[in-house]
C-alpha cells in the first residue's frame, strides 16, 4: 500500500511539473552571499529575484533570508480585469505565441483577472526595434512631450526635460540602453527613480512603483529595472523618461525608433500593426 501511495504521489508531481513551464526553489542566504553573486550561482538575474521578492533590499541581505527563485529566470505577470494576452504581449515587447507555449495555454481568448503569466526572461523585449540602439522603455501612451509646457502641477510654464509615458500601474519597464546603473532610489519630485549610463548616453527613468535594479548594477539592453507608479511629484501612473548628454538633456524622440504609438495615434496598436501577432 505505502509503494502504491508513493508510486501515486509521483505521478502526480511528474503530472504537475509538466503542466508548468517554470519551478520555484526557496533559496537560502549564506555568509558573504551578494545578490549578484546568489544571481550569478543559480543562473538567473538579479532583477528578476527583485521582482519575485519585492520587500528585500539588495544591499542588506541578511544570513537566513529565505528568497524565492524561479527557473528558468523570469517574472510573473498579473492579468488585470478586461486585460487581453495580446496586450500583455506588446507591455513585455514580446509575441503572444511566446506566453501561449510557456504557460501551456492553447486559446489566447481564454485568461482570467488575477490568474499570473509566467513571463521568461529569454522572450522579453524581442520584438523591439533596435535600430536607433535605444529601445522603449515601456509600453503605453506619451502623455507630455519634451519641451515647454505648463506644469500640471505648479501650472507654471517651465521646460520638461523628457517625455512621459503614460500606462497602467505596474506596467514593466526596462533599460533602453545597456550600461552602469548609476543610481537606484527616492530623488525628490523623480519619486523612485533610475539612472543608467554606457559612457555617452545617461537615461533616466523616474516615478517608478518598484525599483528591480541597484545601483552598480551592469544591466543589458532590455533588461527589466522596475514598475511604472506614481512617486514624487506626480498626477497619476507614468514613466517620465530622459535622455542626457554631458548633463545636457534631449528629445528622447530623436533618440528612439518610430511606432506607431508615440503620439500620432489615439489608439495603442494592434497587435497586427506592431508585429506582434500569432
Not at 31 to 47: C, E, H, P, Y
Not at 218 to 225: C, K
Amino acid at each position: 500500500m505505502k509503494k502504491f501511495t508513493f508510486v501515486f504521489l509521483s505521478l502526480i508531481l511528474l503530472g504537475v511539473s509538466s503542466i508548468f513551464a517554470y519551478s520555484f526553489q526557496i533559496y537560502t542566504v549564506k555568509r558573504g552571499d551578494t545578490l549578484s553573486g546568489i544571481a550569478q550561482k543559480l543562473s538567473v538575474s538579479a532583477n528578476s529575484i527583485l521582482d519575485l521578492n519585492p520587500t528585500i533590499n539588495p544591499n542588506k541581505l541578511w544570513i537566513g533570508q529565505r528568497l524565492k527563485i524561479v527557473e528558468p529566470d523570469g517574472i510573473f505577470q498579473s492579468v488585470d480585469k478586461g486585460q487581453a494576452l495580446w496586450y500583455i504581449a506588446a507591455e513585455y515587447f514580446t509575441t503572444i505565441k511566446n506566453i501561449l507555449k510557456y504557460n501551456h495555454l492553447k486559446n489566447p481568448n481564454i485568461i482570467f483577472p488575477g490568474e499570473k503569466l509566467f513571463i521568461p526572461t529569454s522572450i522579453i523585449c524581442k520584438t523591439s526595434k533596435r535600430k536607433t540602439g535605444v529601445i522603449w522603455p515601456v509600453f503605453g501612451y506619451i502623455t507630455s512631450p519634451y519641451g515647454w509646457r505648463i506644469n500640471p502641477l505648479t501650472h507654471k510654464k517651465e521646460f520638461h526635460p523628457g517625455i512621459d509615458i503614460g500606462a497602467p500601474e505596474g506596467t514593466p519597464i526596462f533599460a533602453a540602453i545597456s550600461g552602469v546603473v548609476t543610481y537606484a532610489g527616492w530623488d525628490d519630485g523623480y519619486g523612485k527613480m533610475v539612472q543608467i549610463f554606457n559612457g555617452h548616453l545617461l537615461t533616466r527613468y523616474g516615478h517608478m512603483s518598484r525599483i528591480d535594479c541597484y545601483t552598480g548594477e551592469h544591466v543589458r539592453q532590455g533588461e527589466l529595472i522596475g514598475r511604472i507608479g506614481s512617486t514624487g511629484l506626480s498626477t497619476g501612473p507614468h514613466l517620465h523618461f530622459e535622455i542626457r548628454i554631458n548633463g545636457i538633456p534631449y528629445n528622447p524622440l530623436g533618440y528612439l525608433p518610430y511606432v506607431s504609438w508615440s503620439g500620432e495615434l489615439p489608439h495603442p496598436p494592434t497587435p497586427y500593426e506592431e508585429g506582434m501577432g500569432y
